[in-house]
Structure formats: C-alpha cells, structure tokens
C-alpha cells in the first residue's frame, strides 16, 4: 500500500508561482510512474504531468507545457510540481498518483494510488 500527501496549495495571483510536494510512504516510491492531475469544479479529472520511474521521462498536458515542471527526488520519496505563470484557469484541487508501469500514462484508470489533494487558487 503506498500513502501519498499533497502539500504546497494556495491562493495566489494571475501571473505568480506555486510548488506543490507529494511525498510518499513506503520504500518502493522510485518503482512508481508518478502523475499529477487536477480537477475543478464541475469538470472531470484531468492529467496535468507525468514522470518516469529514473525522472528521466516526463509528459505535459498542452495546457500546462513550458509553464509547469515535474520532478522527483527518490531518496526524499517526494515528486514535486512547480506552477510558474499561474492562470485563473489553473484553479482546482490538484492531486498526485502513483502507478506501477514503466510507462506514463495520461488516464485516471491506469493510477493505482491517489493523495487527498491539495486547492489551487488564481485570482486573476
């Protein structure tokens, strides 16, 4: 069983920059894809950024491309997202995943665990 916890959320202006952290329980973090998603309100759930098991791999959504960045430190058991250039649209509750494949997937189904996430508010 892997426990994943969200931190990093907030309010904050149009155009600022947040840094959202997951850490994770266990000793296999680095055997896991690991994923972000948000959702907002009224909306599904959607794929924000992906990173491979090594961070060697990463994948965006178009949405957030040249504006987010994922990453991973295995020794902390932490993957991180840094949100630059934030857009009132970028407001959702953000959630980080985990999944057991060597490859990233962008679909809910495919992570196998999720964290409690964590509110991100822009206020334009």
């Known amino acids: 069983q892997v426990q994943l916890v969200e931190s990093g959320g907030g309010l904050v202006q149009a155009g600022g920059s947040l840094r959202l952290s997951c850490t994770t329980s266990?000793?296999?973090?680095?055997?896991?894809?690991m994923g972000w998603f948000r959702q907002a309100p009224g909306k599904e759930r959607e794929f924000v950024a992906g990173i491979g098991r090594s961070g060697g791999s990463t994948l965006y959504a178009d949405s957030v491309k040249g504006r987010f960045t994922i990453s991973r430190d295995n020794a902390k058991n932490t993957v991180y997202l840094q949100m630059n250039r934030l857009k009132p649209e970028d407001t959702a509750v953000y959630y980080c995943a985990a999944d057991p494949s060597v490859v990233i997937f962008r679909v809910v189904y495919q992570y196998d665990y999720w964290g409690q996430g964590t509110q991100v508010t822009v206020s334009s």
């Open positions: 266990g000793r296999t973090f680095s055997s896991y894809v």
